[in-house]
């Protein structure tokens, strides 16, 4: 699969400057691409995911809505989308930007409606090696929560908030899963839906 036919080439052109922005970040190696897909790609990728089944989930350190695998979806557009990120042409460019080598992908749709969240974790899970999160909504105001919160740490314990990012509509965040990878998504407080793909490379 052709990665520019989804990819902008903006992206493709800047994976030295992405490689240096994710090894310098703190409190973890993490990178925000922004304007990642075409334009009109990203259209048409959120309002596939709109039309895919969420199962709501909710535990004491969560409360969302999320789909099945997208390894199963019988979406064509999603299914695109799941072949894009675990090709080996895609892969290889995550190296380039991470310099770490992943050679499989799992991929789910989320949903966080007010009043959701995700509490303090740290990802970590045999073989997970790498967090992927492209986001999908638009608008969203640091104000009205929906935040991808990291944590600074001490002797592998979180302390304090570190950095936020608000969901970027047509972005893509990925940071290194590690004993230090602590993040949380803050309490969605507004009436919009934050709609995201994500999941981990293995």
């Known amino acids: ?10 992206v493709i052109d800047s994976k030295e400057s992405l490689k240096k922005q994710f090894d310098i970040s703190k409190p973890f190696r993490h990178v925000l691409v922004k304007d990642f897909l075409n334009e009109p790609r990203a259209r048409k990728i959120v309002q596939a995911l709109k039309k895919e089944k969420f199962e709501e989930k909710e535990a004491d350190l969560f409360h969302l809505y999320q ?9 064509k557009v999603l299914k695109e989308v799941y ?4 090709s080996s042409e895609f892969l290889e460019i995550i190296k380039e930007i991470t310099g770490i080598k992943a050679t499989k992908i799992d991929m789910a749709g989320s949903l966080y409606k007010d009043t959701n969240y995700l509490l303090c974790h740290d990802d970590q899970l045999s073989g997970r090696k790498i967090a992927y999160i492209l986001y999908l909504s638009e ?23 570190a950095k936020k990012y608000p969901p970027l509509w047509n972005s893509l965040m990925l940071f290194e899963v590690s004993p230090i990878s602590y993040h949380e998504v803050e309490e969605n407080i507004s009436n919009k839906d934050r709609y995201a793909l994500g999941g981990w490379f293995h």
């Open 83 to 86: 072949s894009l990120f675990s």
């Open 67 to 75: 789909t099945k695998d997208l390894e199963s979806t019988n979406n």
């Open 139 to 161: 608008d969203f105001k640091e104000r009205e929560g929906g935040s991808l919160v990291f944590f600074n740490s001490k002797d592998k314990k979180p302390t304090s908030i």
């Open 1 to 10: 699969m052709k990665t520019d036919i989804f990819v902008n080439r903006s």
